[in-house]
């Protein structure tokens, strides 16, 4: 069952994106209907609910699953030598899984998801320095608004598919290169 966790990163995947384009088909990326738009899909979209709550409990699943085949090829040894390459690259999109979810929490832009990203926003400026730049530009200025929406919303569905994408061919081709 552990060699087959790559595998079930891929199939999370498609069923991430396969539920996230028809989430999109309905949602408003906008402060004044992100709400209500998540709230219609939910009530009024026929099996609105389920595609939801799939990408919603896909997304914990996927990201626990990647998290479980990186401990198990750390465990088996796999990362050393000649995978060290591979291993890295593993690394990457495990935290481009962990963007993924983080971006999208935000995106039914309720209480919950407001002040978390809030609280996960603040979290750079203890870092000297840098750490009050790095803030504003996750958030497009000193506090969470309709620009960070636009910033997570674009993350999430234009950005971090394509680097996700592009590791997993590197980390294919990796595998098929030194082998498993």
């Known amino acids: 069952i552990f060699s087959t966790l790559g595998f079930l990163t891929l199939i999370a995947f498609c069923v991430q994106a396969l539920t996230g384009i028809l989430l999109l088909l309905y949602y408003i990326p906008h402060p004044d209907h992100a709400f209500s738009s998540v709230q219609d899909i939910m009530t009024k979209v026929p099996y609105g609910w389920l595609f939801r709550e799939m990408h919603t409990v896909g997304s914990n699943l996927m990201i626990t699953i990647v998290l479980l085949h990186m401990v198990t090829v750390f465990l088996m040894g796999n990362y050393k030598r000649?995978?060290?390459?591979?291993?890295?690259?593993?690394?990457?999109?495990?935290?481009?899984?962990?963007?993924?979810?983080?971006?999208?929490?935000?995106?039914?832009?309720?209480?919950?998801?407001?002040?978390?990203?809030?609280?996960?926003?603040?979290?750079?400026?203890?870092?000297?320095?840098?750490?009050?730049?790095?803030?504003?530009?996750?958030?497009?200025?000193?506090?969470?608004?309709?620009?960070?929406?636009?910033?997570?919303?674009?993350?999430?569905?234009?950005?971090?598919?394509?680097?996700?994408?592009?590791?997993?061919?590197?980390?294919?081709?990796?595998?098929?290169?030194?082998?498993?």
């Open 82 to 180: 000649p995978r060290e390459l591979t291993w890295l690259v593993g690394g990457l999109a495990l935290i481009i899984t962990m963007t993924f979810g983080y971006s999208g929490h935000l995106l039914p832009w309720s209480q919950l998801s407001y002040w978390s990203t809030t609280v996960v926003t603040s979290m750079p400026t203890a870092f000297p320095l840098v750490g009050d730049t790095i803030a504003q530009i996750l958030r497009g200025g000193d506090h969470i608004t309709g620009t960070t929406l636009s910033r997570f919303f674009e993350l999430h569905i234009a950005i971090l598919p394509l680097l996700f994408l592009t590791l997993m061919g590197v980390h294919l081709f990796l595998i098929y290169r030194t082998g498993i």
